[in-house]
Structures are given as structure tokens and as C-alpha cells.
């Protein structure tokens, strides 16, 4: 048997065994009282406009600021690590260590409580604005190290040649090196959006009025009042349709790097 026939031929039984289990959990499951607990429609229904135009959008809005305020700093965190000043480095390098360490659920709960007890400060926006500085700080220290590798990454000899050329190293930095680390690290950075979007889910820990509820929160209270976990389905769909796309330009920027290699 020739090699590409016996690749094909296994292919096969391993798409056949991964559909006989998928098909032997779905004849398995009661679906009579799956149905009216996961999938009931005068829920999932109740539940609309309020999950789109309140939950998802915040969702959204919650994403783009900690993701953005997560860049700024940690763009600043990775200079700062590699800055030929020691005292930057040992900072920089303590910082992202510690928040990478950390469970972004208690750094969220220590912005929204602790901090303003220590120091009598009242973070902008409240206690969402407090839990959003707290996802900021977390994003920024995973941020920074994405952003740290691919400044390395980038060759040598393109430094070299722009210093050849009489520009500065700070002007360097800025048109030479930091384009061609954003290119390269791209597809890492959307990964870390994907996860802010899911993290988002933590900010419930602050506290939240009716208006300010993102998916989870939103989610989870229409459970309480329910009585029914249809939500949980419906706000895990509606999550589903914001990172799915994203997960896609995600392995599409990577073959298209492959290719540019």
C-alpha cells in the first residue's frame, strides 16, 4: 500500500471514530430535559434586545479599553526591560513577573477594594473603572513581554543599517524597529485580545450597576431570575460570534507570516 493511500485511509478511521463519538453523545443525552433548562426559547428570547445592546456591547467596550490601555503600558514595560539603565530593568522585570503570577481575578478585587481603603482614592468610572485599571495591569505585564520579543526578534542588522544612515537610536526605535516587532508579534497580540474579551467576565468581582453588566454578569443574572440556564447559552454563543472571527484572522496573520518568512 502506498504511503499517501495508508495517510488517507487513517485519516479516515480517525474522522470515523471522532463522528461515532460525537454521534453516541448526542443519542445519549436526555434532550427532553436538556431542552426546557439549556435551550428554552421564550428565555433566550426574554433575554434580547437588553444582552446585545447592554451586555455585548459593554463586552466590547470593556475589551478595547483594557487591551489599549494594556498596550500603552506595556509597550512602556518592555522598553523599559530592555534599557541599558539597570534600575529600569529591575522594575520592569519585577512588575511583569509579579502580574504574571498573580490571578487576574484578586488584581481586579484589590483595585476595586483594597486600593481604595488603602489609599482613600476612587478609581475613574467607579467600581467597573477600578476592576478595568485592575485588568489593564494584568494585560499590560503579558503585553510587554509579547512585545519585548518580537523587538528582539527583529534582525540586528536592520539597527545597524539605519544607525549607518545617521538616524538616532530613539528614531530608530520608532520607525525601524518597533514596525517590524508589531508585524511579527501580531498574531500573539490578537491572542491576548481574544483572552481580555473572556476576561472580561472577572470584572463582575467589582460590582456592577444594571447598565455597566457584560456578558457573564448579564448572563448570570437572568439565571437567578429564571430559574433557567438558557442565558448561559445564549452569552456563550454571543462570545463565541466576537472570538471566532478573531481566533481566524489570528491563523490567517500566521500563514500569512509564514509565507512572508
Same mark, same amino acid.
Given at each position: 500500500m502506498k504511503r499517501s493511500t495508508r495517510r488517507?485511509? #487513517?485519516?479516515?478511521?480517525l474522522y470515523a471514530i471522532f463522528a461515532a463519538v460525537i454521534l453516541f453523545v448526542l443519542l445519549s443525552a436526555d434532550w427532553g430535559r436538556i431542552q426546557p433548562y439549556f435551550f428554552n426559547v421564550d428565555v433566550a428570547r426574554a433575554?434580547? /434586545?437588553?444582552? *446585545?445592546t447592554i451586555a455585548a456591547k459593554n463586552t466590547i467596550v470593556y475589551t478595547a479599553i483594557a487591551f489599549v490601555g494594556?498596550? !500603552?503600558?506595556g509597550l512602556l514595560l518592555a522598553l523599559m526591560k530592555l534599557s541599558p539603565v539597570l534600575p529600569y530593568r529591575w522594575l520592569a522585570t519585577g512588575y511583569i513577573e509579579l502580574f504574571r503570577g498573580l490571578p487576574a481575578l484578586l488584581v481586579i478585587f484589590g483595585f476595586a477594594f483594597a486600593v481604595p481603603i488603602a489609599f482613600q482614592w476612587?478609581? /475613574?468610572g467607579g467600581s467597573v473603572g477600578a476592576g478595568l485599571i485592575g485588568l489593564i495591569v494584568v494585560s499590560a505585564a503579558y503585553i510587554a513581554e509579547t512585545i519585548r520579543a518580537g523587538i528582539e526578534a527583529v534582525p540586528k542588522g536592520q539597527v545597524e543599517a539605519a544607525r549607518s544612515l545617521g538616524m538616532g537610536s530613539t528614531w530608530t526605535l520608532v520607525t525601524v524597529v518597533l514596525p517590524q516587532a508589531f508585524r511579527i508579534i501580531t498574531p500573539p497580540l490578537t491572542n491576548e485580545l481574544v483572552i481580555l474579551i473572556k476576561d472580561t467576565s472577572l470584572l463582575f468581582i467589582a460590582g456592577m450597576a444594571i447598565g455597566d453588566r457584560e456578558l457573564t454578569t448579564?448572563?448570570?443574572?437572568?439565571? #437567578?431570575n429564571s430559574a433557567n440556564a438558557t442565558p448561559l447559552v445564549v452569552a456563550a454563543l !454571543?462570545? *463565541?460570534v466576537i472570538t471566532l472571527p478573531l481566533t481566524q484572522l489570528v491563523a490567517k496573520l500566521e500563514r500569512h507570516n509564514k509565507r512572508g518568512r
Open positions: 488517507r485511509l #487513517t485519516q479516515g478511521v433575554a434580547f /434586545p437588553e444582552i *446585545l494594556g498596550m !500603552l503600558f476612587q478609581a /475613574p448579564f448572563a448570570r443574572d437572568s439565571l #437567578t !454571543l462570545y *463565541l
